[in-house]
């Protein structure tokens, strides 16, 4: 994530999490961002303003009044910056927002704001579960602030549940969204990502080299600007992006299952899955044993899942990726007419740095209509943006087409 010029204003309110706002002001900075800290009354009673105010290098506002306050301070800190995020917001600054009180310099902020917020709760269990605090956490939602659901585990009280401040990381994907221009607000997108695994026997399969990265990297980036956003993966070791649906499967059929069951309902599939294309033809009960110096196998084709949905089409957008060793352009062509894709992203597997297991990606775009676009070595995330730049504008131009023909 690149948050490079951003200037984002963390609010810090009084709860026992309240320590935890230096690790996500420092990852912040991080990324690139100016974080300006306000601090309420109470969460200095837990972490002082120097901590702060040493991480960012800004000064620490802390009241509205007094000699180092600015008289309009309340005003601008909540114009003047890219987005805000309160990290831990109890369920008292929460009920004070929802029910539009100003009574310090942080409250009176959040009135006078008009950048997108992130709140991100910390509470007791019980406190998070009373309906009064839901019914405040509803109403800022109802007015398009993003609240993020707090984490499960031992609270500071020796409770179990609901209530922890999520992790740093988590936080600032969070943000990410609101940072981002929301190009695909509205819509629901599909993605698919990862290897199939094909049993042999109960200890054995086949699969393929594939991690998952470029797959998970189209859902994070797809979230970020605001759609909807569906994850079918195959098996991997990747942690769960932040916002999306994700569904686990294994095996080629399981996806085709998944893909078939989501496909009518979404605007938009990214098949970067790397589908298995056989399976054993048999799958033994047993583990196999060593028996002999050679052994052969029969395999069954897995059904061609992105031929298949592409035949669905009933005006979604399907874009195809290619794994090539040789004749990248070629072969990538060859597969966009034969399934009937919108797109297709090729990229040549024999280098290095690039394709499988790798954090970064040499592409080339291919749409069905116009000029291929190479890209350089990119970032995977990098990548996911160049893809969902050219997604975005084949939408517009599909919206455009349904707005003349109505």
Same mark, same amino acid.
């Given at each position: 994530m690149d ?8 609010g ?5 999490a309240?320590y935890?706002?230096?690790?996500l002001?420092r990852?912040?900075?991080g &990324?690139?961002?100016?974080?300006k800290?306000?601090m309420?009354?109470s969460?200095?009673e837990?972490?002082g303003p ?6 960012t ?5 802390? =009241? ?6 600015d $008289?309009l301070e309340h005003?601008?800190?909540?114009q003047e910056?890219?987005a805000?995020?309160?990290a $831990?917001?109890t369920?008292?600054?929460? /009920?004070?927002v929802?029910g539009?009180i100003?009574?310090?310099l942080?409250?009176?902020i959040?009135?006078a =704001?008009t950048?997108p917020?992130l !709140? ?10 009373n309906?009064?605090?839901q019914g ?5 939602k /109802?007015? /398009?602030?993003l609240v993020m659901e ?6 500071? &009280?020796? %409770? @179990?549940g609901l ?7 988590? !936080?600032v994907?969070? %943000? =990410?969204r609101?940072? &981002?221009?929301p ?5 629901q997108?599909l993605?698919t990502?990862?290897?199939? +695994? ?5 200890v054995?399969?086949l699969?393929?080299?594939s991690?998952?990265k470029?797959? *998970?990297?189209?859902a994070k980036?797809?979230?970020r ?6 994850l079918v993966?195959g098996?991997?070791n990747?942690p769960?992006p *932040? ?5 686990a499967?294994?095996? =080629?059929?399981?996806m ?7 496909f009518?309902?979404v605007?938009v599939?990214l098949m970067?899955?790397a589908v298995?294309? *056989?399976? $054993?033809?048999q799958v033994?009960v047993?583990?196999?044993?060593r028996a +002999?110096?050679e052994?052969a196998? +029969?395999?069954t084709?897995?059904p061609?899942?992105?031929?298949q ?6 005006g979604q957008?399907? @874009?195809?990726?290619?794994?090539e060793t ?18 297709i992203?090729?990229n040549? @597997? ?7 297991q790798v954090?970064t990606n040499?592409?080339?775009l !291919?749409?069905? @209509?116009?000029?291929a676009? $190479?890209?350089?070595l990119?970032s995977?995330?990098?990548v996911?943006?160049?893809?969902l730049d050219?997604?975005?504008a084949?939408l517009?131009s599909?919206?455009?087409?349904h707005?003349k023909? %109505?």
């Amino acid at each position: 994530m690149d948050f490079n010029g951003k200037r984002i204003l963390l609010g810090v309110t009084g709860g026992i999490a309240a320590y935890k706002a230096a690790e996500l002001a420092r990852r912040l900075i991080g &990324c690139g961002a100016r974080v300006k800290v306000v601090m309420t009354r109470s969460a200095q009673e837990f972490v002082g303003p120097l901590t702060f105010a040493a991480l960012t290098g800004e000064k620490v506002a802390t =009241a509205m009044f007094g000699p180092d306050s600015d $008289p309009l301070e309340h005003v601008a800190l909540g114009q003047e910056v890219d987005a805000i995020v309160v990290a $831990p917001a109890t369920a008292n600054f929460i /009920g004070k927002v929802a029910g539009g009180i100003g009574d310090d310099l942080l409250t009176t902020i959040m009135l006078a =704001a008009t950048r997108p917020v992130l !709140i991100c709760p910390a509470m007791n269990a019980e406190m998070w579960a009373n309906p009064v605090v839901q019914g405040n956490l509803a109403r800022l939602k /109802g007015r /398009g602030l993003l609240v993020m659901e707090p984490a499960a585990g031992s609270l500071a &009280c020796g %409770a @179990v549940g609901l209530g922890r401040l999520p992790e740093a990381d988590l !936080i600032v994907e969070a %943000a =990410a969204r609101l940072l &981002c221009v929301p190009d695909l607000a509205g819509r629901q997108v599909l993605v698919t990502a990862g290897p199939t +695994h094909e049993d042999f026997d109960p200890v054995r399969f086949l699969t393929n080299r594939s991690s998952g990265k470029q797959g *998970y990297a189209l859902a994070k980036v797809a979230w970020r600007r605001g759609a909807d956003v569906t994850l079918v993966s195959g098996p991997t070791n990747l942690p769960a992006p *932040y916002g999306v649906k994700c569904v686990a499967v294994r095996s =080629a059929r399981d996806m085709q299952a998944m893909v078939k069951a989501h496909f009518p309902e979404v605007d938009v599939l990214l098949m970067a899955a790397a589908v298995g294309d *056989y399976r $054993p033809t048999q799958v033994e009960v047993r583990k196999i044993k060593r028996a +002999h110096e050679e052994m052969a196998f +029969h395999l069954t084709a897995n059904p061609d899942i992105l031929k298949q949905v592409a035949a669905m089409k009933s005006g979604q957008i399907v @874009v195809g990726f290619a794994a090539e060793t040789h004749d990248l352009e070629a072969e990538a062509r060859r597969k966009m007419r034969e399934k009937h894709l919108d797109l297709i992203v090729a990229n040549d @597997v024999n280098r290095p740095d690039s394709g499988f297991q790798v954090d970064t990606n040499e592409v080339t775009l !291919i749409p069905r @209509v116009g000029d291929a676009v $190479p890209l350089p070595l990119l970032s995977k995330e990098e990548v996911a943006a160049k893809i969902l730049d050219q997604v975005v504008a084949l939408l517009e131009s599909r919206d455009g087409d349904h707005a003349k023909d %109505a």
